[in-house]
T-cell receptor, first 113, second 110 residues
Framework: NAGVMQNPRHLVRRRGQEARLRCSPM?????VYWYRQLPEEGLKFMVY????????ESGMPKERFSAEFPKEGPSILRIQQVVRGDSAAYFC???????????FGSGTRLTVV | SQQGEEDPQALSIQEGENATMNCSYK?????LQWYRQNSGRGLVHLIL?????REKHSGRLRVTLDTSKKSSSLLITASRAADTASYFC??????????FGKGTMLLVSP
């Protein structure tokens, strides 16, 4: 069991470009969560998805950010027209049910230059 | 505002000593969880305690939960240098997603 796989580990984008972050949950986990972490801070919830459904996107900025978890393939967090303030570590986690502990991936570190 | 707040923000101890970290929260919860994060890495789940439980143990870890005071503590006994990390508490209200605190940075010196 490979755990939660995130790629890429590091991503550099110029302002205005698009960033696509991928997350494959643990085998058997149907709940996926995306969090953002700024230096020296805790994790900020962004979005919670199950297969083909967005359950809670209350932490997602209204513009430029979107997420999906298709029937086949990994969950994708997309950031359009990136700005310097989007630079952060983005973590994906999965769980088998909503009241279980989460298994986190190693994160994608996005740097916007 | 953060649902969970850890205290202290930073803790420095010697190997072999015990480390205690506290977490306070504001609203009723379904469960409370503790995670560890080594620098630059993802979070690792340590322990989950449900609202109807008062204490749980896992190896050198002991977690308590006091729902009347809306607080939890994480005790690491006989600490090791490898325990150096940031520790986060996270709360779940109902069947919602986890809300994380800002963490306690623990430094264990040999």
């Amino acid at each position: 069991n490979a755990g939660v796989m995130q790629n890429p580990r590091h991503l550099v984008r110029r302002r205005g470009q698009e960033a696509r972050l991928r997350c494959s949950p643990m085998k058997g986990h149907s709940h996926v969560y995306w969090y953002r972490q700024l230096p020296e801070e805790g994790l900020k919830f962004m979005v919670y998805l199950q297969k083909e459904n967005i359950i809670d996107e209350s932490g997602m900025p209204k513009e430029r950010f979107s997420a999906e978890f298709p029937k086949e393939g990994p969950s994708i967090l997309r950031i359009q027209q990136v700005v310097r303030g989007d630079s952060a570590a983005y973590f994906c986690a999965s769980s088998p049910a909503s009241d279980y502990g989460y298994t986190f991936g190693s994160g994608t570190r996005l740097t916007v230059v | 505002s953060q649902q969970g707040e850890e205290d202290p923000q930073a803790l420095s101890i010697q190997e072999g000593e015990n480390a205690t970290m506290n977490c306070s929260y504001k609203t009723s919860i379904n469960n409370l969880q503790w995670y560890r994060q080594n620098s630059g890495r993802g979070l690792v789940h340590l322990i989950l305690i449900r609202s109807n439980e008062r204490e749980k143990h896992s190896g050198r870890l002991r977690v308590t939960l006091d729902t009347s005071k809306k607080s939890s503590s994480l005790l690491i006994t006989a600490s090791r240098a490898a325990d150096t990390a940031s520790y986060f508490c996270a709360t779940a209200m109902g069947y919602s997603t986890l809300t994380f605190g800002k963490g306690t940075m623990l430094l264990v010196s040999p």
